[in-house]
């Protein structure tokens, strides 16, 4: 089930270009992968081979 998280401290910083960008705490608080290739992804997302670590 997907769930909808208020972020908290620590859970993104913005990008040069004005972007969150979410961080392994972020994801570890959501608790699955959502195979979009995150930048810090702790599930080990692969978008080429469409698999995970």
């Known amino acids: 089930m997907k769930k909808n998280l208020?972020?908290?401290e620590g859970d993104y910083y913005l990008s040069?270009?004005?972007y969150r960008?979410?961080?392994e705490?972020?994801?570890k608080r959501r608790g699955y992968?959502?195979?979009s290739g995150?930048?810090?992804c702790p599930y080990g997302y692969n978008t080429?081979?469409?698999t995970q670590k």
């Open 33 to 35: 992968c959502c195979e």
């Open 6 to 8: 208020q972020p908290i």
């Open 48 to 50: 080429k081979t469409n």
């Open 38 to 40: 995150c930048r810090h």
């Open 21 to 23: 960008v979410f961080t």
């Open 25 to 27: 705490q972020y994801h």
């Open 16 to 18: 040069e270009e004005g």
